[in-house]
């Protein structure tokens, strides 16, 4: 990044963060930068593009952070049961990852955020935890007859739970993913019902 673009991104975060995406305009973010509005538009194609740069990177580092901090010899229940926790505590603690959860927001944001990659910079998080589920399923801890994709997708379902606490009722979060965590976890590590 060169300069102007870096005052533009961290003034954008600042601002993103206090007064919330859908509050903050451009000319909110220039004005605070000092630089003028057609600058922006040389660095950003749009306030949407820029917000979806910073939630990758902020999705990114809290990810970093939490597998830093996860022991990943236990057990599979107790890891991914860490994992959703850990990862519900930083959406919930980052002002920038915490508008995820507004329908407004994220009804808007969800394509550019997909259109710009912002699910590939966390491929790190997807090919660390599919190693981890293969090696459970070669030691018998996870079930081998469903395959370590779909189970990915399962857990992801989980996360993205979350988006829609709204829809489902706001009285029933977090309880409602914890109890699906378990039902989950429970089914895909019974190797009663597996092979």
Not at 4 to 26: I, P, S, W
Not at 63 to 77: G, T
Not at 122 to 140: C, H, I, N, P, T
Not at 153 to 173: C, D, P
Request: charged share 25%; hydrophobic share 40%; aromatic share 10%.
């Amino acid at each position: 990044m060169n300069n102007r673009q870096e005052t533009l991104y961290d003034c954008a975060r600042t601002l993103f963060a206090t007064k919330g995406y859908r509050d903050t305009a451009v000319a909110d973010i220039t004005g605070m930068a000092g630089i003028a509005v057609g600058t922006f538009y040389r660095h950003y194609p749009s306030k949407d593009k820029l917000f979806a740069e910073i939630l990758t990177r902020e999705t990114t580092a809290m990810l970093k952070q939490i597998m830093a901090s996860l022991n990943l010899d236990d057990d599979p229940v107790t890891l991914i049961r860490q994992l959703l926790a850990r990862n519900m505590e930083g959406m919930l603690a980052n002002p920038i990852l915490r508008q995820w959860y507004r329908p407004d927001v994220y009804g808007k944001i969800e394509t550019v955020f997909r259109e710009e990659n912002g699910l590939d910079a966390m491929s790190f998080l997807y090919r660390d935890f599919l190693a981890l589920v293969q090696k459970w399923q070669q030691e018998g801890k996870m079930r081998a007859d469903i395959g370590s994709e779909m189970i990915m997708a399962i857990f992801s379902a989980i996360l993205r739970i979350g988006y829609h606490k709204e829809e489902i009722g706001l009285a029933y979060f977090p309880a409602l993913q914890d109890h699906l965590t378990e039902f989950v976890l429970k089914g895909l590590t019974d190797m009663r019902t597996g092979t």
